[in-house]
């Protein structure tokens, strides 16, 4: 099967724009999950999408939203972008949520 | 709330010895799922080993094991004959039911020749 895959892989915005990441889980996967990292701050959960329905967020601004598809592929939307938002994001799929999650290669988006 | 700790942020290793990454975790719950994940330059996070709490026995997974520790809340991993590729950022990781997976802080691994 094909793994987790991530689009865009490297994304450079600025200020106050807005972006869309993507993600499309393993064949078969129904939970999606979103997650930050940084430097100062490491692996900070964002969402948790199963079955087109957000099942889990993380504590950040209402700037970032995401939704799932019928085909449980997933995007992620930073509005109003800050220098802050600089971060690799990761997406991680899993069958149903609880088991192992399987993580793609990431998106590093930088905030000018 | 689940916390996740990883109480050493760098740790260096002999290519062929055993090293030992530590692991404490603050939950409630009783039945949980627990993970050690490896993330490498490539930042590429990668599953090694995955612990079901109502399982007494240790997992495994080649080189890797796992010494875990329900009433204690510990959850350590054990390389064993580690190797060049082995070098990472070691994330432990905690998930119960209807919650989403937290994470510990991380800790570096470097492998000496």
């Known amino acids: 099967k094909a793994g987790v895959t991530q689009t865009p892989r490297y994304l450079i915005k600025t200020r106050g724009q807005q972006v869309t990441l993507s993600c499309s889980p393993i064949s078969g996967h129904r939970s999606v999950s979103w997650y930050q990292q940084t430097p100062g701050q490491g692996l900070q959960f964002l969402f948790e999408y199963f079955s087109e329905t957000q099942r889990n967020k993380g504590n950040f601004p209402g700037r970032f939203s995401g939704r799932q598809f019928s085909n449980s592929r997933s995007e992620m939307n930073v509005s109003t972008l800050e220098l802050g938002d600089s971060a690799l994001y990761l997406c991680?799929?899993?069958?149903?949520?609880?088991?192992?999650?399987?993580f793609g290669p990431g998106t590093r988006l930088l905030v000018l | 709330a689940q916390t996740v700790t990883q109480s050493q942020p760098e740790m260096s290793v002999q290519e062929a010895e055993t090293v030992t990454l530590s692991c404490t975790y603050d939950t409630s719950e009783s039945d949980y799922y627990l993970f050690w994940y490896k993330q490498p330059p490539s930042r590429q996070m990668i599953l090694v080993i995955r612990q079901e709490a109502y399982k007494q026995q240790n997992a495994t997974e080649n080189r890797f094991s796992v010494n875990f520790q329900k009433a204690a809340k510990s959850f350590s991993l054990k390389i064993s004959d580690s190797q060049l590729g082995d070098a990472a950022m070691y994330f432990c990781?905690?998930?119960?039911?209807?919650?989403?997976?937290?994470f510990g802080p991380g800790t570096r691994l470097s492998v000496l020749p």
């Open positions: 990781a905690y998930r119960n039911y209807g919650q989403n997976f937290v």
């Open positions: 991680a799929s899993s069958l149903e949520g609880i088991e192992t999650q399987y």
